[in-house]
């Protein structure tokens, strides 16, 4: 019996030991087609120059589409179709203005309407400014805010080595400081960027009304430029500060999630599917946020078609039509999967930058997520993925793990420089570094392939 | 007996535990202090905008050294004091020029003059153009070369995930072209940038001539018109390039090794050693290269100071003189600790950019390796280590290990950025992210505290 059960484990080993060893070579070529053939960075470069930014309901939005329907023919899709999604419009309009103002001396602010913010009257609003750090300042203040523009100047926790950790705890200011301002009698507020970064440029980002208050414009502003507002107001409490924006919500129209799949071969029903947004906030050309997921996803396609895998499932690349401001992209996928009662068993997501990859958060019971850890991570680390935490994917892929339970994942590059373009002017091609934009589709597409190959 | 055996064994593990608990919290103070209260990012902005590039010999390198004695004072260093040190001294006089000839149309070309080349005479070289792509191909055209300038067409290969491998593969062109060339009577050579970079920028870097032939300028060309020059010749084998340098080397001079100590508590005739080298090429500000290695060093020190701690052995902050070169600062270190008959049990280097770390490379036996990947990894991940690859520190710490056998450690930052600056006129402060940079100051820091602490 000791024999036999040496043997049936001499048998389990070299069977793995060379499922590992073809699963090495495979991930290699891999690595090789995407580093000598890849198309990522061309493809992002003309989703970034050719359309720029691409806001929901703008005609960006529309040639964006047209560029992922191409994309995805040229990485050699099956198919590739439209998924109609109904999406929010938000327009900035003219070019949003702010001054700081104090005695006779005008300085003007660096400054970005948020996004599902109203605009000003024509003439804008000149106010007092009050100053507060946080939430329960403002509470402490709130008999001071009447008739007032209010100033978060609540600032990037530098403490949190995962910067999305700081921004989760920043971004609150932004979600929901217009309206507390309200509450209060505020006439408008100002959110000092959420973000990390060492200059001055602006972070928009999605702000929520609560609609049983009045609505007042909100705007962020640059790092430099909430130091400065802050320095002038301990010298003089009677700074005011101008704004004006053209913000303004037309009712919402109708955008696509764009969609190529390969064709499984054993499982044509079961579905993996991978992807990123195709919308982006306006100032900028959508470059980390969320043009490399985009192209990451469909070099996920490209590279195992040029490879000639057959995978056993279907696996779909979706462009989600909205991930900035509503979400609709992805719970309208789900939702659709839902009706036709499709079979969901993978969603990766890639929606945290071009930087180098570290690692996968992953939606797996404990004993699942430490199989794949000692299994999958040998393989993968070579290329920068080390660990696999555990978490979820990003909101675009999680309405599947809600709707299914499906196993959900997204892609975790190094987080240091992403809150420096985020959502910001800078946010441009030349911003992203070709080999590390790679490294995350390598990795990416290996996770793929052991996903189609071994389930979980 | 087994009781008693369990409750050792209980004792032992509860105090590993504690010490973990213990190392966890202050390597938590380190990170906070650093992110905090850094002075590293300052530090390079000061190196690198007033005193820029500071190759040896040059006026810059006193300034360098300057700033490095104030800064290392500023950081707190019981004392402060220069290492003379003999230093080379080549100059790259007024700025080179080439430019590619076809028939009646000139297009000037981006180069630079290779480190230790000769310059040409004062009207320059024109000459028909022999492009190679591998010392192989030199060897079988050698018939063609005489008259010739050489064109070494090597490119960084790709497919290296880790970019050192790749550079330890193009440089030999770099290094020994023109020598190899001059053999068969090449006039001058031309070498592909030894980079990955997207961008046209060349990047210089060190030659060295066989004595025994003749010298021959080697200039350094960007991608972009490399592949011109490539291009070109497919179409008409008879393009030439003129090429002008004034580059010449002059006689040694005196230069110095920039010390910053902490003087130990129990073994202060103990030395663990940390450094970068205070030395860059001159075309940019020597940012990457290795500015953030000498800030990284000096917030070591800064930080431990900070935070009251008390090493046990004397700590060494050193800005090495000369890296880039011939080495002499590292050579000069480890000759006069020889001298000294100091003991040194530990050597860490920083020069491979200020990029997120992902790890250490040392050398140590395996157990010991083992064991402080065991013990000391889980410490560090949460700031980005994750590995101690089995290797040596760098060019500067590398003579401790051989003359005493020391352990010695390089920091290992992701590479894929580094070769995108790398003696290129783009290695500039704004190309370094603060918390990447910082991140590493802070696993510096940690590992010298663990190795004070501890040993190995």
Same mark, same amino acid.
């Given at each position: ?101 104090? =005695? ?61 950790? =700081? ?17 209060? =009698? ?271």
């Amino acid at each position: 019996m000791y024999r036999s059960l040496f043997t049936g484990l001499a048998i389990l080993f070299s069977s793995i030991l060379f499922a590992q060893k073809e699963d090495s070579v495979f991930i290699r070529q891999i690595a090789d087609d995407i580093l000598m053939n890849g198309k990522s960075y061309s493809n992002l470069h003309t989703l970034t120059k050719t359309v720029g930014g691409r806001i929901t309901g703008s005609p960006q939005m529309y040639k964006a589409e047209d560029w992922g329907m191409k994309a995805l023919k040229d990485a050699g899709a099956d198919k590739v179709w439209l998924q109609e999604c109904k999406v929010p419009r938000w327009v900035r309009g003219d070019k949003e203005q702010a001054k700081l103002i104090v =005695g006779n001396k005008e300085e003007s602010l660096a400054v970005l309407a948020l996004g599902n913010s109203v605009g000003t009257e024509t003439n804008g609003i000149t106010a007092p400014v009050l100053l507060v750090n946080s939430f329960e300042e403002l509470e402490q203040k709130k008999d001071e805010v009447k008739g007032k523009i209010v100033f978060y100047n609540y600032k990037f926790n530098p403490k949190f080595i995962e910067t999305f950790y =700081g921004y989760g705890d920043a971004v609150r200011y932004r979600g929901a400081g217009a309206s507390r301002a309200a509450k209060y =009698g505020a006439v408008a507020v100002l959110v000092r960027s959420v973000t990390n970064s060492t200059d001055n440029y602006p972070h928009t980002g999605a702000m929520r009304y609560d609609n049983s208050l009045p609505k007042v414009p909100a705007l962020a502003v640059g790092q430099w430029d909430a130091d400065k507002i802050a320095d002038a107001l301990q010298q003089n409490k009677n700074a005011t500060i101008f704004i004006k924006t053209n913000a303004h919500t037309m009712s919402d129209t109708t955008g696509h999630n764009v969609i190529g799949e390969i064709t499984g071969t054993e499982f044509p029903d079961q579905y993996i599917t991978v992807g990123g947004h195709l919308d982006s906030w306006d100032p900028a050309e959508g470059a980390h946020d969320d043009g490399t997921g985009c192209v990451h996803s469909i070099e996920v396609l490209r590279t195992l078609k040029a490879l000639g895998y057959k995978p056993k499932h279907s696996i779909r690349v979706v462009l989600f039509a909205d991930e900035e401001n509503r979400g609709d992209g992805g719970e309208k996928y789900a939702e659709e999967a839902k009706e036709k009662k499709e079979k969901h068993v993978f969603g990766l997501e890639s929606d945290a930058g071009g930087f180098t990859p570290r690692g996968f958060s992953i939606a797996l019971p404990a004993d699942k997520l430490e199989k794949i850890r000692k299994e999958w991570i040998p393989l993968l680390q070579e290329y920068g993925v080390y660990e696999f935490s555990n978490g979820g994917g990003g909101a675009d892929v999680n309405p599947l793990n809600k709707t299914f339970g499906t196993p959900v994942s997204e892609l975790r590059p190094d987080s240091q420089r992403y809150f420096d373009y985020h959502h910001s002017p800078n946010d441009f091609f030349e911003n992203v570094n070709k080999r590390e934009l790679e490294l995350g589709a390598i990795n990416m597409t290996a996770l793929i392939y052991l996903v189609d190959k071994y389930g979980f």
